[in-house]
């Protein structure tokens, strides 16, 4: 495929999901939004390893090189993605233990004003424990 038809198809991608998806509402499929904040009680679940290696296999290559390469920069940088995509549930995990924060109101604002993006952080504690953890979620996928 082309140069030029892969930007096109990620543009109707976008477009298609800019109409059916808010990045403050429900999903598409008419599921809540992920919950996108630390969670005392998600943190001391033993349940979180497995949901969070079970969203992990639903990323593709792409999808994972966003967070890999977040982790070439500084603490602090910042990743978006669609409101309620595979990377959105995923990333919310990670936040929901510490390791990502919400990161929105830090995007372009003629970006979150035109898409349903929704942004997150790589914490300073996510900086520690990501490299470990993220081979290990990726492993076999």
């Given at each position: 495929?082309?140069?030029?038809?892969?930007?096109?198809?990620?543009?109707v991608?976008?477009?298609?999901?800019?109409?059916?998806?808010?990045?403050?509402?429900?999903?598409?499929?008419?599921?809540?939004?992920?919950?996108?904040?630390?969670?005392?009680?998600?943190?001391e679940?033993?349940?979180?390893?497995?949901?969070?290696?079970?969203?992990?296999?639903?990323?593709?290559?792409?999808?994972?090189?966003?967070?890999?390469?977040?982790?070439?920069?500084?603490?602090?940088?910042?990743?978006?993605?669609?409101?309620?995509?595979?990377?959105?549930?995923?990333?919310?995990?990670?936040?929901?233990?510490?390791?990502?924060?919400?990161?929105t109101?830090?995007?372009?604002?003629?970006?979150?004003?035109?898409?349903?993006?929704?942004?997150?952080?790589?914490?300073?504690?996510?900086?520690?424990?990501?490299?470990?953890?993220?081979?290990?979620?990726?492993?076999?996928?």
């Amino acid at each position: 495929m082309s140069r030029r038809a892969l930007v096109f198809a990620a543009a109707v991608t976008a477009a298609s999901l800019a109409n059916t998806a808010r990045a403050d509402g429900p999903c598409p499929d008419g599921s809540a939004a992920p919950d996108r904040a630390f969670s005392q009680a998600t943190f001391e679940d033993r349940g979180w390893g497995p949901r969070t290696a079970q969203a992990a296999k639903l990323l593709s290559e792409g999808d994972r090189s966003v967070l890999i390469a977040a982790l070439e920069e500084a603490p602090g940088a910042v990743v978006a993605t669609i409101a309620c995509s595979n990377n959105d549930l995923f990333w919310a995990l990670l936040s929901n233990v510490g390791f990502l924060e919400p990161a929105t109101d830090r995007l372009d604002a003629d970006l979150r004003a035109t898409s349903p993006v929704v942004g997150y952080a790589v914490t300073e504690q996510g900086f520690r424990a990501l490299p470990l953890l993220l081979p290990v979620l990726f492993e076999g996928s």
